[in-house]
């Protein structure tokens, strides 16, 4: 788990989020208001919605139906929840408070662990 997350704000620009994953080289950002999480923006969704995303507010794009897990979820159940939806991060929460993320390449390198 990523316990270190970049995250952004509701009322951000998506350029100012685009930017910030460009340059921590990630793919999405959780966005919190009042210490709550309330929504994920991706790359790809910044791509889906053409050239003029860069002037909206994140909040217009975000993800608001997220799944999310806790620190005790198993790793097969997050395993199963990103293979059925195809999303690549996984908030952990505990309540409504962002904990840390858990990415694809969190998976990938717990396998390789424990495989050694």
Do not use: F, W
């Amino acid at each position: 788990m990523i316990s270190d997350v970049i995250v952004s704000a509701p009322e951000d620009l998506v350029a100012a989020a685009k930017l910030k994953m460009v340059r921590a080289n990630i793919g999405g950002l959780p966005v919190i208001e009042n210490g709550t999480l309330i929504g994920l923006i991706t790359h790809r969704d910044i791509l889906l919605a053409g050239s003029e995303a860069l002037k909206l507010k994140v909040e217009d794009l975000m993800s608001k139906d997220l799944k999310v897990v806790n620190k005790k979820s198993p790793l097969k159940d997050i395993s199963k929840i990103m293979a059925e939806t195809g999303y690549q991060r996984i908030p952990v929460v505990d309540g409504d408070t962002l904990v840390g993320l858990i990415t694809q390449s969190c998976i990938i390198k717990a396998v390789a662990d424990y495989l050694d």
